[in-house]
């Protein structure tokens, strides 16, 4: 038998404030269209079957959303390879703990932008 720690209510008030944020900083990179599209996908919501609630999985989850928000709001605009890895793992690790998450990092910056 395994015993697991259920996630807080206020770190599950926190995941929806980061994804909030999340699509705040969406509007930088894709137009009101496109920001539609990934809400009706339900991009940054639970997905029900993948999702347990477990407090490992929000803190996984709190991480994620933090350095995915963190790299797009970087003042550098430019990403190198070990960014781009970065990002494409926490987006990953998004969608293991049960958040869709459909985006990778290509969705943000083209090829001839990075260094």
């Known amino acids: ?9 206020e770190q599950e008030i926190y995941i929806e404030e980061l994804a909030s944020d999340l699509y705040q900083v969406f509007s ?17 919501d639970f997905k ?30 430019q990403w190198g390879l070990k960014d781009r890895h ?3 793992k926490n987006c990953h690790k998004l969608n293991e703990c049960g958040l869709n998450f459909p985006l990778k990092s290509a969705d943000f910056y083209m090829d001839s932008q990075v260094m």
Not at 1 to 9: G, H, P, Y
Not at 28 to 44: H, P, S, V
Not at 54 to 77: G, K, M, P
Request: glycine letters at 4%.
């Open 48 to 77: 029900e079957l993948d999702y347990n609630g477990t407090l490992d999985e929000a803190f996984q989850i709190i991480t994620s959303l933090q350095i995915i928000h963190t790299l797009l709001t970087q003042s550098t605009r």
């Open 28 to 44: 930088t990179y894709f137009n009101d269209q496109k920001i539609a599209e990934l809400k009706q996908m339900g991009t940054l």
């Open 86 to 88: 970065l990002f494409d």
């Open 1 to 9: 038998m395994r015993i697991v720690k259920a996630a807080t209510e």
